[in-house]
């Protein structure tokens, strides 16, 4: 399974992107899928997670309640709404896919993942 993330932009602080990830299979469709994101000069984090129907979701608690993970799996496409921008949310956003069905957090729990997604918030 490939993953095509897109949706990364230059926004000012306080605006909203939507990124989307499309998985090149319909078996993708049965697992977890998550956004994770690599700040300037930091690790990889994690930012939301979505279980495969879609029931479940998680959040890093720097993002609850500004981003809202979602899923379509007839179009096999996971998106990430992001509003309330902020700069430090300025980062490489990365889609992935999980080894499992149910909620994941944990990157470890991942074994596919897109290229990135740039997302730059300015003050």
């Known amino acids: 399974v490939q993953l095509q993330a897109s949706g990364g932009g230059l926004v000012q602080a306080g605006g909203s992107l939507r990124l989307s990830c499309a998985a090149s299979e319909r078996t993708a469709n049965v697992y977890a899928m998550a956004w994770f994101r690599q700040p300037p000069g930091k690790e990889r984090e994690f930012a939301a997670a979505i279980s495969w129907s879609g029931g479940s979701t998680a959040y890093a608690d720097s993002v609850k309640g500004r981003f809202t993970i979602s899923r379509d799996n007839a179009k096999n496409t996971v998106y990430l709404q992001m509003n309330s921008l902020k700069p430090e949310d300025t980062a490489v956003y990365y889609c992935?896919?999980?080894?499992?069905?149910?909620?994941?957090?944990?990157?470890?729990?991942?074994?596919?993942w897109g290229h990135g997604t740039q997302v730059t918030v300015s003050s």
């Open positions: 992935a896919l999980a080894r499992y069905g149910a909620l994941r957090t944990s990157q470890d729990d991942y074994n596919r």
